[in-house]
Nanobody, 122 residues
């Protein structure tokens, strides 16, 4: 079955960096658009970043543009999210997700990981 497993979460201070990874199995990874979403306590899940399957075209939420970078390695079936200049408002559970469509709506995504916690303290 399809599995997406995130890692790399943790606690950092404002201005710090974290690198999240997502390892995919059970699917033809190179066919799938990969996205990152996040959900803070009491809030809805929101789009963070997405990367196309072969052209590696990316798109970011306005709130993270210029600070976060999404990348993928189709040979290793992994997608990463490099997060720099972290802010307290970036605190959330971060999820990776797979879709056959490029987009920012969570409804488009077929498969989800279990999430990894990111906490940014001031």
């Amino acid at each position: 079955q399809v599995q997406l497993v995130e890692s790399g979460g943790g606690s950092v201070q404002t201005g710090g960096s974290l690198r999240l990874s997502c390892a995919a199995s059970g699917l033809t990874f190179s066919r799938y658009v990969m996205g990152w979403f996040r959900q803070a306590p009491g809030k809805e899940r929101e789009f963070v970043a997405v990367i196309k399957s072969s052209t590696y075209i990316t798109s970011y939420a306005t709130s993270v543009k210029g600070r976060f970078t999404i990348s993928r390695d189709n040979a290793k079936n992994t997608v990463t999210l490099q997060m720099n200049m972290l802010k307290p408002e970036d605190t959330a559970v971060y999820y990776c997700a797979a879709s056959l469509q490029f987009g920012s709506s969570s409804l488009q995504y077929n498969y989800w990981g279990q999430g990894t916690q990111v906490t940014v303290s001031s």
